[in-house]
């Protein structure tokens, strides 16, 4: 079971970034794919989520707006893509899987939902 996180570096206030996530080692349609962040000092917190079908993304209030999450399963890769970034965005991002246990399913935000977890990527926004 592999996740790798790639697309972070340093940019500026506004800039923009895409962050991409590609699995193997488990059914990619399975789950539901999320990044989470997390901050020196802080804790780990939720980003976004999408499931199997891409339909209704969820989204953490700060950065509902600018951040967009999508998945392409047949390439078994999760993105997201962040526009107007913040200092407050500066974090390590993670990006996580849960599985998927019934036809209908909640979209979870905590991180102990998930039991899948790459390595992360550093992003660092300078004001």
């Known amino acids: 079971v592999q996740l790798q996180a790639s697309g972070g570096g340093l940019v500026q206030t506004g800039d923009s970034l895409r962050l991409s996530c590609t699995t193997s080692?488990?059914?990619?349609?399975?789950?539901?794919m999320a990044w989470f962040r997390q901050a020196p000092g802080k804790e780990r917190e939720f980003v976004a989520a999408?499931?199997?079908?891409?339909?209704?993304?969820d989204y953490a209030d700060s950065v509902k707006g600018r951040f967009t999450i999508s998945r392409d399963n047949r390439k078994n890769t999760v993105y997201l893509q962040m526009n107007m970034l913040e200092p407050e965005d500066t974090a390590v991002y993670y990006c996580?899987?849960?599985?998927?246990?019934?036809?209908?399913?909640?979209?979870?935000?905590?991180?102990?939902?998930?039991?899948?977890w790459g390595q992360g990527t550093q992003v660092t926004v300078s004001s």
């Open positions: 080692g488990f059914i990619f349609g399975s789950y539901v």
């Open positions: 996580a899987a849960a599985p998927i246990r019934s036809v209908i399913y909640i979209i979870k935000r905590e991180p102990e939902e998930y039991d899948r």
């Open positions: 999408i499931g199997r079908s891409s339909s209704a993304p």
